[in-house]
T-cell receptor, first 116, second 112 residues
Framework: EAQVTQNPRYLITVTGKKLTVTCSQN?????MSWYRQDPGLGLRQIYY???????DKGDVPEGYKVSRKEKRNFPLILESPSPNQTSLYFC???????????????FGPGTRLTVL | LAKTTQPISMDSYEGQEVNITCSHN???????ITWYQQFPSQGPRFIIQ???TKVTNEVASLFIPADRKSSTLSLPRVSLSDTAVYYC?????????????FGQGTELSVKP
């Protein structure tokens, strides 16, 4: 089944304890992205990657790191989490560019993170 | 990327047709319009995409006037399960660069 998976789905941690949220897709997609969603603020893009070894900042990259060493995986790293990073996180992937159309993005199930 | 403006929320009743309008005054010639649907605690799901006039699929219709400064997502005969947040995005893959702006979306509440 074509899908985007994220792990863990739920995580409660404490301030300053490094954590990684994994994201994997099995559709051979070029493009991957991370979003956070907070009440009243909608979905905001954190980082994105157009291809392996190519990453760039979205709208809210502060406090996050990413890496894209292989096409299928795009982990989100919080080196020193803080309470303001408590949020619902979504990973997404898409085929990339196809002509002049914006490709459909496929989203993972989400990771609910709480930083105490 | 063109900025979009949508109503924050809308209410409807089962069986009615719902129209959600998105304003995108600065849409560029190469931009496409895409709509996503998001249920609570789930990731957004692609609904429909168009460039001009009308597009229809099994879920919705998308109406785009000639000036393309707005678009309307039409959901026929909604049911309780259509209660969700709907996002309008405008962008062009060629000059896309990968950055996408979802905004706050429109929260649709369907009542019995």
């Amino acid at each position: 089944e074509a899908q985007v998976t994220q792990n863990p789905r739920y995580l409660i941690t404490v301030t300053g304890k490094k954590l990684t949220v994994t994201c994997s897709q099995n559709m051979n997609h070029e493009y991957m992205s991370w979003y956070r969603q907070d009440p009243g603020l909608g979905l905001r893009q954190i980082y994105y990657s157009m291809n392996v070894e190519v990453t760039d900042k979205g709208d809210v990259p502060e406090g996050y790191k990413v890496s894209r060493k292989e096409k299928r995986n795009f982990p989100l790293i919080l080196e020193s989490p803080s309470p303001n990073q408590t949020s619902l996180y979504f990973c997404a992937s898409s085929r990339g560019t196809s002509g002049r159309m914006q490709d459909e993005q496929f989203f993972g199930p989400g990771t609910r993170l709480t930083v105490l | 990327l063109a900025k979009t403006t949508q109503p924050i929320s809308m209410d409807s009743y089962e069986g009615q047709e719902v129209n959600i309008t998105c304003s995108h005054n600065n849409i560029a010639t190469n931009d496409y319009i895409t709509w996503y649907q998001q249920f609570p605690s789930q990731g957004p799901r692609f609904i429909i995409q168009g460039y001009k006039t009308k597009v229809t699929n099994e879920v919705a219709s998308l109406f785009i006037p000639a000036d393309r400064k707005s678009s309307t997502l039409s959901l026929p005969r909604v049911s309780l399960s259509d209660t969700a947040v709907y996002y309008c995005l405008v962008g062009d893959a060629a000059g896309w660069g990968g950055k996408l702006i979802f905004g706050q979306g429109t929260e649709l509440s369907v009542k019995p």
